[in-house]
């Protein structure tokens, strides 16, 4: 039973993108398909947490291998959160999905491959083997390119250049390090690699596969000065595609990140958690300036995924079992209200006919709970209290003056005021001020439920986590003790 | 002969990144494809040559002889290039794409999706 819950999160997903492709020209089925799919994913991952969170780590050998010779599948408390939230985004954007997508995308296979993102991601989650992440990150990579360039429109084209490059590029220094790493150590099991790099000869050496792995994984997460790509990219492909990207994908690198360096490498030998600390800093101050002047919805909020990521990585470069719960807790928090955004982004492109801040108004007036349900994730991702990003950044602030970093904490506080100011900008422009001409429309009868649900289900969780942020807060910690302290890890996966 | 390699794969690097650096989206495919073959070769040489001593068991005797060459990172070059060979089939067609929509293959033109 264990071992199915743990395996369920890749099978459902693969299998749904299988019949997905089967009955391709069958749009009706393809879209009953792909929500159920999605709706199993969440379910499959819930109930992951739930007996993860009562048995400990869950471990399967594929193939009845034994570790470290085959490959692993080990899923402790992190990974679980982690599954559980792809299968919430998943649902959420194939919901969104159904009421925006246009027929031609449908035709060229745009659910299964939504779903083999999802494999990609819950398979990157889910494995204990360095090698076999390469080959989920490459899953997952190659879809993305092509929802990415799908439709074929030229900002989409020029966008997807960019992206591929430079994901390419992150791909081949993670080869590279994967390579050393085995020359160093001669295993790819990383609960092994766990033990053999505590008490290798040559810890400098280690050095360099560690360095490889911050920049592959600093590329996928874009952090700074690596973020490039993001904010060239992401607003290009249709809003569904941006919510999908703009809540999972990153969060991967910074999942592969906190699992690397806890695991693997410790931070605080070499001076890791210095440099890890320095980045994040500087990613939050360029990813928030970066927002500031921008005047397009979407690229507003890109440039807010990136300032949003030196938070999580602030999280691991402090390395204390407190600021790990918080970038945990601020990863769930982040990946919710981010998606959020970026839906509501979509709806009131819908409604307007442009992302563009000098087009939009007068949306207050017209649509009053559209413009609330803007402000619930824009205040809660600037961290006005009690929303959930005020707890995701107290837990990390209490974190830093523990340790003494007042510098980090200092930046952290700055960066969330100018958040705010750039949230209010789009307030402002989008729903205080009045319409420039009058040329709102409604949300097509229609589809309105597939638009509406999900931004209204995303809100209301992250109203939820506002109020009741113990929960969640009491998971993180649970979690971040498991990274602390790698032993049960190590000895559920190795099996001795 | 690690000598060797180990030049071969910095010269296939320097090639690579100086072609990607070039204007020319063809070029940038180029050098994304030596790239990954210099990553495949890396890991070639990390795993440590040895020749002539393949991994097998000699007959009547219970285990290896070291020392024997090791057969898992040409199992994952073989994983590697594989999958390789998928992305740049797709890079392939992405930029054969952007050519027709874009008319140019000049990377410097197409910042129209960076402009504020």
């Known amino acids: 039973m264990r071992s199915l819950l743990l395996v369920l999160p890749l099978l459902i997903p693969l299998s749904t993108a299988v019949l997905g492709l089967l009955i391709r020209r069958k749009p009706h089925l393809q879209r009953v398909l792909a929500t159920a799919g999605a709706g199993l994913l969440l379910t499959s991952g819930l109930g992951l947490l739930v007996s993860v969170q009562q048995g400990g780590i869950h471990t399967v050998q594929i193939g009845a291998w034994p ?85 074929g429109e030229r900002a989409q084209l020029e966008g997807a250049i960019k992206y591929v490059t430079l994901n390419l590029m992150s791909s081949a220094l993670f080869l590279v390090a994967v390579g050393v790493l ?5 295993t790819l099991n990383m609960a092994d690699l766990s033990k053999t790099l505590r008490s290798t000869p040559h810890p400098d050496l280690a050095m360099a596969p560690a360095m490889l792995l911050l920049i592959a994984f600093g590329i996928k997460a874009a952090i700074f000065p690596l973020f490039f790509w993001l904010p060239a990219s992401y607003h290009t492909p249709p809003v569904a595609v941006s919510a999908l990207f703009a809540g999972l994908l990153t969060k991967v690198g910074v999942y592969a990140m906190i699992r690397v360096f806890t695991l693997l490498f410790n931070p605080q030998a070499h001076g890791i958690d210095l440099i890890i600390l320095v980045a994040s800093g500087l990613t939050m101050i360029t990813g928030v300036l970066g927002a500031v002047a921008q005047n397009e919805f979407r690229r507003i909020l890109s440039f807010h995924i990136i300032s949003q990521i030196g938070y999580m990585i602030m999280g691991l470069g402090l390395f204390t079992p407190i600021s790990l719960a918080g970038s945990i807790f601020y990863i769930a928090h982040h990946i919710i209200v981010k998606t959020n955004l970026f839906l509501i982004s ?25 413009a609330a349900l803007f402000l619930t994730p824009a205040l809660s991702l600037a961290g006005i209290p009690p929303l959930s990003g005020f707890w995701a950044k107290l837990i990390l602030v209490k974190a830093g003056l523990e340790v003494q970093q007042y510098l980090i904490v200092a930046v952290s506080l700055i960066v969330s005021f100018l958040t705010l100011f750039s949230m209010l900008k789009i307030w402002n422009e989008a729903f205080w001020k009045s319409a420039p001409e009058e040329h709102l429309t409604s949300l097509p009868q229609g589809n309105r439920l597939a638009l509406l649900l999900p931004v209204l289900g995303l809100a209301t969780i992250t109203v939820w986590i506002s109020l009741v942020p113990e929960t969640l807060f ?23 | 002969m690690d000598v060797v390699l180990a030049i071969a794969v910095g010269g296939l690097y320097a090639a690579g990144l100086y072609m990607m650096m070039r204007r020319s989206i063809v070029k940038l495919i180029i050098g994304l494809g030596l790239l990954s073959h210099a990553s495949n070769l ?25 020392p024997y060459a090791d057969p898992l990172p040409q199992a994952l070059i073989l994983t590697a290039i594989v999958i390789g060979f998928g992305v740049q089939a797709f890079a392939v067609v992405l930029i054969k794409r952007v050519y027709e929509i874009v008319g140019t293959d000049d990377l410097d033109q197409m910042k129209r999706t960076d402009e504020l």
């Open chain 1, 67 to 151: 570790a470290p010779f085959g490959i692993t599948l080990a899923a402790d408390l992190f990974s679980a959160i982690m599954v559980v939230l792809t299968g919430l985004i998943g649902l959420a954007v194939v919901l969104y999905s159904l009421g925006s997508i246009d027929p031609q995308r449908e035709r060229f296979g745009y659910y299964p491959l939504v779903h083999i993102l999802l494999l990609g991601v819950c398979g990157a989650f889910l494995t204990g083997d360095i090698f076999n992440l390469y080959v989920w990150f490459e899953v997952m990579l190659i879809s993305s390119f092509v929802l990415m360039a799908l439709g």
């Open chain 1, 182 to 186: 085995y020359g160093i150590a001669g």
């Open chain 1, 346 to 370: 979509g709806l009131v492109f819908r409604l307007q006919g442009s992302y563009h801040l000098k087009d939009l108004g007068g949306l207050y007036r017209k649509h009053p709970g559209l």
């Open chain 1, 474 to 496: 009491s998971l993180s910690e649970q979690a971040a003790q498991q990274l602390v302290d790698p032993t049960e890890y190590i000895r559920r996966t190795l099996g001795d």
């Open chain 2, 42 to 66: 890396l890991i070639f040489t990390m795993g440590r040559l040895i020749r002539g001593r393949p991994p097998l068991i000699a007959p009547g005797a219970e285990a290896l002889a070291e």
